[in-house]
């Protein structure tokens, strides 16, 4: 069992910055792929950014509309992912969740993930 918690979320303006937490617990949990994902009222829920386990060390993947100003990293040491978001945009304005799961094979899947943390809003105003 795994369990997530996230924390940084809050109100900034467009342009601003955040820095999102995912605390883990539970057993092996460094071994997890982790995601995280966002849901903006009356969307889908969207694929933000994942950071995966790979033979040598990890891969980062980010969706498109957050390539060269969203970050995600892992501290193994304190079981936490982050999510650092820079340049945010209006658009950007959701709950935002982490997710994590074993050998997931598609990233961006949100069902290939076992265990979801319970959100934070973030919202950007213009």
């Known amino acids: 069992q795994v369990q997530l918690v996230e924390s940084g979320g809050g109100l900034v303006q467009a342009g601003g910055s955040l820095r999102l937490s995912c605390a883990a617990s539970?057993?092996?949990?460094?071994?997890?792929?982790m995601g995280w994902f966002r849901q903006a009222p009356g969307k889908e829920r969207e694929f933000v950014a994942a950071?995966?386990?790979?033979?040598?060390?990890?891969?980062?993947h980010g969706a498109d509309s957050v390539k060269g100003r969203f970050t995600i990293s892992r501290d193994n040491a304190k079981s936490t992912v982050y999510l650092q978001m820079n340049s945010l945009k209006p658009e950007d304005t959701a709950v935002y969740s982490c997710?994590?799961?074993?050998?997931?094979?598609?990233?961006?899947?949100?069902?290939?993930?076992?265990?979801w943390g319970q959100g934070t809003q973030v919202t950007v105003s213009s």
């Open positions: 950071i995966t386990i790979t033979w040598s060390g990890t891969n980062t």
């Open positions: 997710a994590a799961g074993l050998y997931v094979s598609d990233y961006s899947d949100y069902a290939r993930y076992d265990y």
């Open positions: 539970g057993r092996t949990v460094n071994r997890y792929d």
